[in-house]
DNA sequence: ATAATAAGGATAATCATTATCCGCTTTAGT
DNA sequence: ACTAAAGCGGATAATGATTATCCTTATTAT
């Protein structure tokens, strides 16, 4: 039971798209090389985040990917969200019904009840924390690392 | 992002194996044939819930498994943690590291603590609830599904 | 001695995640 | 209009974790 290394990635993906100026745009490949991920599965975790309505794409040649929302509207939470889905940690496979014999009708799973009340306490966490506070964080924790980012940024971005 | 089949299978393996009287033993296959799962695969779950201290196992010829403390003392958490190990939910892959270009000295990860303080809300609730107070909840809900269990179990218990 | 059971190791089957490839679409620049 | 650079989407392979099976050994009641 591990979390995908995907939403590690579109979380800091993100956080470099906040870092650019407005009506600039950043090459998904150019991301990746910097995130040391595989570009062609990065591309498709942008997708997902394009989906989620987090980012844009523009296609193109000179396209690219840029935030959609302010990064104080982006929530942990909703990047983990569009990388995992909604499919909840645990879901029952029907022991207790095979275990007790039960009738269809009372398809309740003792269970169940409990591991949806600990992943919303979870989750709650996750919805603390966002784009905008972790950018913060990361600026005074690094502030020299982040302006050499910036560089790189402008080298790299587009329009 | 799945929890394990395991962690359902064996949490209601130790709900059947609470209701064994005192002194007595339940073999794994029974108890496998009544969940409905893989014999040899659930064996090995028994086998971690004996390292973990929730089980004792006798074998020979009259041997079995049943509870090592009493239910009020086995969380789901312990359950949980057993089948699923140590490791936690979310693990760094380093990409920070790579994105900033840090050094290795200052090794944190602005997602690790995040991560780690909605881990441990998860687990504190899986911590709440214990065997004894599941029993409850399923006894109150099917009290006569629970009384055809006791007489399998009277069945297939031995000692 | 035998039979029933747990223990443990090796290995296979299954499944989700990650990764690659290819053809298609969109758009800026020429 | 043509080309090149980018995103889009589908098919498919590679990897890795989980689940499952098999076989051999150890233990103990009869």
């Given at each position: 039971?591990?979390?995908?290394?995907?939403?590690?990635?579109?979380?800091?993906?993100?956080?470099?798209?906040?870092?650019?100026?407005?009506?600039?745009?950043?090459?998904?490949?150019?991301?990746s090389?910097?995130?040391?991920?595989?570009?062609?599965?990065?591309?498709?975790?942008?997708?997902?985040?394009?989906?989620?309505?987090?980012i844009?794409?523009?296609?193109?040649?000179?396209?690219?990917?840029?935030?959609?929302?302010?990064?104080e509207?982006?929530?942990?939470?909703?990047?983990?969200?569009?990388?995992?889905?909604?499919?909840?940690?645990?879901?029952?496979?029907?022991?207790?019904?095979?275990?007790?014999?039960?009738?269809?009708?009372?398809?309740?799973?003792?269970?169940?009840?409990?591991?949806?009340?600990?992943?919303?306490?979870?989750?709650?966490?996750?919805?603390?924390?966002?784009?905008?506070?972790?950018?913060?964080?990361?600026?005074?924790?690094?502030?020299?690392?982040?302006?050499?980012?910036?560089?790189?940024?402008?080298?790299?971005?587009?329009?």
């Open positions: 039971m591990q979390m995908k290394t995907g939403v590690e990635q579109s979380v800091y993906a993100i956080l470099i798209l906040n870092m650019l100026p407005d009506k600039a745009v950043l090459p998904g490949e150019a991301i090389q910097q995130l040391g991920a595989s570009p062609t599965y990065f591309q498709k975790l942008l997708r997902k985040l394009v989906s989620a309505d987090l844009t794409s523009v296609p193109g040649v000179k396209g690219g990917f840029k935030l959609r929302k302010k990064p509207d982006i929530r942990v939470y909703d990047i983990y969200l569009a990388i995992e889905g909604k499919q909840s940690l645990y879901s029952s496979s029907g022991v207790l019904h095979g275990m007790l014999d039960l009738e269809e009708e009372n398809s309740c799973c003792l269970l169940t009840n409990l591991m949806e009340e600990a992943e919303s306490s979870w989750k709650s966490v996750l919805k603390r924390e966002t784009v905008a506070s972790l950018y913060e964080e990361i600026n005074e924790s690094y502030p020299l690392k982040v302006q050499l980012l910036q560089e790189w940024i402008k080298e790299k971005m587009v329009l």
